[in-house]
């Protein structure tokens, strides 16, 4: 029996592999939807409609810092300042830029002048931290810039004008100054992203952390359609009768089916990452950062993979033709896509909605990938997500076996 079922899924594995026009579909549709929908509804998530976001200052320098200076970095055009309590510490800082009580935090350290101050002749990175920059996640590229260019235009100021009091010339003509600015206009700051611990509970995710996993999911059970309709062709040609006629049980039948399509899905996750982390950032969209427990995407993914796969071949089991096949397959699919989150976002729906999307099994996939793309959980985190998704593919898996024997 070994031998059999390696035999059948080798080919099933030469099936699939001449089926590239369904391959191309599984790849492409949500390639393109991840990249359009990450687009178009960059500002729909309400994160970057304007430079206005919001920012804090937590100065810890034992000098007394010159009021000019701190009145400019408590005035960065385009930003919005937040006043921190008295005795804020940098702990209060991180977790204020968890829950969202603003985006960018600057942290002077307590030295901020000599490190200023300090003078290299080689690059910049051998230069002092002067300060650091702390970012939520979710804060674009071009924002953290245009930030991090203002913040270093107010301290590299203030770095000349203390190192020209420090070195007082008289006599120096104006060019002096000029060369210093050149020789001295070097600045190093530290950046660092500030992520939620897994007891943080974050609820809104940006486009890309909902896009990428949304049609992930969304293709991962849209092998519905090319699975069910092989299956009939096999099933018209008399294939599936043979295999029979060999001694292979339903289940063994069902599950040489599985295999070349569980490894499709598992690649299928890899390109769409790839296209969040890669792609969606060339195109002016937001960076997909890898959740923190890898063991946790390959459990929500398998998951996801034997629910699309069992409710593929529950499909195949039921209809009569191919038309039925495709027409069934891609309405449910939609149906289910619509109720679980994947065409409108969860949190954008009103509570009687939400609540209704427990009933799709896209939900619970989409749900797990948001755990650890979103709220960076550990793996333990989607065990339910993955619990619900695997006894959903099961229980499909049961019936299209079922009806698969009483037909053979």
Same mark, same amino acid.
């Given at each position: 029996?070994?031998?059999?079922?390696? @035999? #059948?899924?080798?080919?099933?594995?030469?099936?699939?592999?001449?089926?590239?026009?369904?391959?191309?579909?599984?790849?492409?549709?949500?390639?393109?939807?991840?990249?359009?929908?990450?687009?178009?509804?960059?500002?729909?998530?309400? /994160?970057?409609?304007?430079?206005?976001?919001?920012?804090?200052?937590?100065?810890?320098?034992?000098?007394?810092?010159?009021?000019?200076?701190?009145?400019?970095?408590?005035?960065?055009?385009?930003?919005?300042?937040? /006043?921190?309590?008295?005795?804020?510490?940098?702990?209060?800082?991180?977790?204020?830029?968890?829950?969202?009580?603003?985006?960018?935090?600057?942290?002077?350290?307590?030295?901020?002048?000599?490190?200023?101050?300090?003078?290299?002749?080689?690059?910049?990175?051998?230069?002092?931290?002067?300060?650091?920059?702390?970012?939520?996640?979710?804060?674009?590229?071009?924002?953290?810039?245009?930030?991090?260019?203002? &913040?270093?235009?107010?301290?590299?100021?203030?770095?000349?004008?203390?190192?020209?009091?420090?070195?007082?010339?008289?006599?120096?003509?104006?060019?002096?100054?000029?060369?210093?600015? !050149?020789?001295?206009?070097?600045?190093?700051?530290? /950046?660092?992203?500030?992520?939620?611990?897994?007891?943080?509970?974050?609820?809104?995710? !940006?486009?890309?952390?909902?896009?990428?996993?949304?049609?992930?999911?969304?293709?991962?059970?849209?092998?519905?359609?090319?699975?069910?309709?092989?299956?009939?062709?096999?099933?018209?040609?008399?294939?599936?009768?043979?295999?029979?006629?060999?001694?292979?049980?339903?289940?063994?039948?069902?599950?040489?089916? +599985?295999?070349?399509?569980?490894?499709?899905?598992?690649?299928?996750?890899?390109?769409?990452?790839?296209?969040?982390? @890669?792609?969606?950032? #060339?195109?002016?969209?937001?960076?997909?950062?890898?959740?923190?427990?890898?063991?946790?995407?390959?459990?929500?993914?398998?998951?996801?993979?034997?629910?699309?796969?069992?409710?593929? #071949?529950?499909?195949?089991?039921?209809?009569?033709?191919?038309?039925?096949?495709?027409?069934?397959?891609?309405?449910?699919?939609?149906?289910?896509?619509? &109720?679980?989150?994947?065409?409108?976002?969860?949190?954008?729906?009103?509570?009687?909605?939400?609540? &209704?999307?427990?009933?799709?099994?896209?939900?619970?996939?989409?749900?797990?990938?948001?755990?650890?793309? +979103?709220?960076?959980?550990?793996?333990?985190?989607?065990?339910?997500?993955? #619990?619900?998704?695997?006894?959903?593919?099961?229980?499909?898996?049961?019936?299209?076996?079922?009806?698969?024997?009483?037909?053979?």
């Amino acid at each position: 029996m070994p031998g059999k079922f390696t @035999a #059948l899924v080798k080919k099933e594995f030469i099936v699939l592999a001449k089926d590239w026009h369904g391959l191309m579909v599984l790849f492409l549709m949500p390639a393109a939807f991840i990249l359009i929908m990450s687009m178009a509804m960059e500002n729909a998530f309400g /994160e970057h409609k304007s430079l206005a976001i919001s920012y804090t200052v937590l100065n810890q320098s034992h000098e007394t810092l010159p009021p000019e200076l701190l009145k400019k970095i408590k005035n960065i055009p385009g930003f919005t300042m937040v /006043e921190l309590p008295v005795d804020s510490s940098l702990d209060d800082i991180n977790a204020g830029i968890i829950r969202g009580d603003y985006q960018l935090a600057v942290v002077i350290p307590a030295d901020f002048r000599q490190r200023l101050t300090s003078t290299t002749q080689d690059d910049q990175s051998t230069l002092p931290q002067a300060a650091e920059l702390l970012l939520a996640p979710s804060v674009k590229s071009y924002i953290q810039q245009i930030f991090n260019a203002s &913040l270093s235009a107010i301290f590299i100021r203030q770095k000349i004008d203390w190192m020209l009091n420090d070195n007082p010339d008289s006599s120096a003509p104006p060019i002096v100054a000029q060369s210093t600015l !050149n020789q001295f206009g070097q600045l190093n700051l530290g /950046e660092k992203h500030i992520y939620a611990e897994t007891d943080i509970e974050l609820t809104t995710p !940006n486009a890309v952390q909902q896009n990428v996993p949304a049609w992930l999911v969304f293709a991962m059970f849209f092998v519905a359609i090319p699975l069910s309709t092989v299956f009939l062709i096999e099933k018209q040609q008399g294939t599936l009768l043979r295999l029979r006629v060999m001694n292979l049980s339903a289940p063994t039948i069902l599950l040489g089916k +599985l295999v070349p399509y569980f490894c499709v899905n598992q690649i299928q996750m890899l390109v769409m990452i790839a296209i969040g982390m @890669a792609i969606v950032p #060339l195109l002016g969209g937001q960076y997909l950062s890898l959740p923190h427990s890898i063991s946790g995407l390959l459990i929500i993914s398998s998951a996801c993979s034997i629910a699309a796969i069992g409710f593929a #071949l529950m499909i195949a089991t039921i209809v009569k033709t191919t038309m039925q096949a495709t027409t069934i397959g891609g309405v449910v699919n939609i149906i289910f896509g619509a &109720l679980g989150g994947i065409m409108v976002p969860k949190f954008i729906m009103p509570e009687t909605m939400q609540a &209704l999307t427990y009933i799709s099994p896209m939900s619970w996939g989409l749900e797990g990938f948001l755990d650890l793309f +979103l709220r960076q959980s550990e793996w333990r985190e989607v065990l339910p997500e993955a #619990l619900y998704l695997s006894t959903f593919g099961v229980i499909c898996i049961i019936i299209a076996a079922y009806r698969f024997n009483k037909e053979y």
